[in-house]
C-alpha cells in the first residue's frame, strides 16, 4: 500500500483530483452507511434542496481529499505547500506574531485539511495534534508526511497534550481538527448543526491560554489548480467557560462550513456516540 501511495504522489493535483472524484462516487455507491451519513448530515446542515443541489459535488471532493494526500505528504514540503496558489487573511499571522502570542490554529475537515500545517510550517515552528490511526503502514505515512523541519506532530493523548502546552508556553503555534469525535471523557455533547454532537473540549482547553485563535482553511480549486489558503479570525471573540468555548468553537466551524459546504467531509460520522459515554440529551 505505501508503495502505491507513493506512486500515486508523482502524478499531477489535477490527475489525482479526477481519480478522487472517481473515488468518491465508487464509496457513494458501494457504501449504505457512508451514504445515509452524508444525506443525513448535509440535510441537516443545509436543508434539503441545498443538500440535493450540493451533494454530486460533496460526493466527489471526499474522494478528492483522499486521493490528494500522497502528493501532500510523500512529496518534498516545497511541492506540497507550492499547491498553495492564494492565502487571504495573513496579516492576522502577522499581528498575533508582533504581539509575542501562541496561535491556536482551528481546522474542521474542511476543504485540504492537510496541506494547512504543512504550509504554516514553512513560516514557523507548529505542533499538531493527531490520532493515530489502527493501521501500522498508515502510521509510517503519517510520521513521514507531517514531521517536517518545523512541523512537530503530538499523539492524542496526555503527552501529546502537554506538548501542545508547552509550545504555546514558547509562543509558537499549535493545530488540530476541532471537529474530530474523541474519545470517551474528553468530551461534552454540545449542539453542532443543530444537533448534540460529542465535542472535544480540548481546542477550548488551549484558547484558555491567551493565545491567538485563529480558523484555517485551505480551499480546493477547481481542475487541480491547487489550494486557497484562508485564514480568519472568529466572528466573535471564544470566551466563557470551557463549556462556552467548545460550543462556540462548534458554531464558527458551522460558519466555515457554510462558506464552501461542498468540500466539507459529510460522510465523516461527526455524532457518533464513543464506547461509554452516555447517549446524548434530546435537544441542547
Not at 460526493?59 to 502528493?71: K, Q, V
Not at 500545517?117 to 489502527?134: E, M
Not at 462558506?259 to 441542547?284: D, F, H, M, S
Request: proline share 6%; glycine share 8%; aromatic share 10%.
Amino acid at each position: 500500500m505505501v508503495l502505491f501511495f507513493r506512486m500515486l504522489s508523482h502524478l499531477p493535483l489535477a490527475w489525482l483530483h479526477w481519480l478522487g472524484a472517481l473515488l468518491g462516487w465508487l464509496a457513494w455507491l458501494f457504501s449504505p452507511t457512508y451514504r445515509r451519513h452524508m444525506r443525513e448530515y448535509m440535510v441537516l446542515a443545509l436543508g434539503e434542496t441545498e443538500a440535493r443541489r450540493l451533494r454530486s459535488s460533496a460526493i466527489a471532493n471526499a474522494g478528492r481529499s483522499a486521493l490528494e494526500l500522497p502528493r501532500i505528504w510523500l512529496r518534498p514540503l516545497s511541492d506540497a505547500v507550492a499547491h498553495v496558489v492564494k492565502v487571504s487573511g495573513w496579516e492576522r499571522v502577522e499581528a498575533a506574531t508582533r504581539a509575542g502570542k501562541g496561535i491556536v490554529y482551528l481546522t474542521p475537515h474542511l476543504g485540504c485539511f492537510e496541506v494547512t500545517a504543512q504550509y504554516l510550517s514553512t513560516h514557523a515552528p507548529v505542533t499538531v495534534l493527531y490520532r493515530p490511526p489502527k493501521q501500522a503502514w498508515l502510521q509510517t505515512m503519517i510520521e513521514a508526511g507531517r514531521a517536517r523541519a518545523q512541523l512537530r506532530i503530538a499523539a492524542a493523548d496526555l503527552a501529546g497534550v502537554r506538548a501542545l502546552l508547552k509550545a504555546l508556553k514558547r509562543g509558537e503555534a499549535v493545530g488540530l481538527l476541532p471537529d474530530q469525535a474523541p474519545k470517551f471523557g474528553e468530551g461534552r455533547w454540545m449542539n453542532f448543526f443543530g444537533k448534540p454532537a460529542y465535542t472535544m473540549t480540548l481546542a477550548a482547553r488551549l484558547t484558555e491560554s491567551g493565545a491567538a485563535v485563529i480558523m484555517v482553511w485551505a480551499e480546493r480549486l477547481p481542475g487541480g489548480a491547487g489550494f486557497h489558503f484562508h485564514l480568519q479570525a472568529p466572528t466573535q471573540p471564544i470566551r466563557g467557560t470551557t463549556e462556552e468555548r467548545a460550543q462556540q468553537i462548534n458554531h464558527q466551524i458551522e460558519h466555515l462550513i457554510r462558506q464552501c459546504p461542498e468540500q466539507y467531509l459529510w460522510g465523516y460520522n461527526r455524532y457518533k456516540r464513543p464506547r461509554g459515554v452516555e447517549a446524548p440529551p434530546e435537544t441542547i
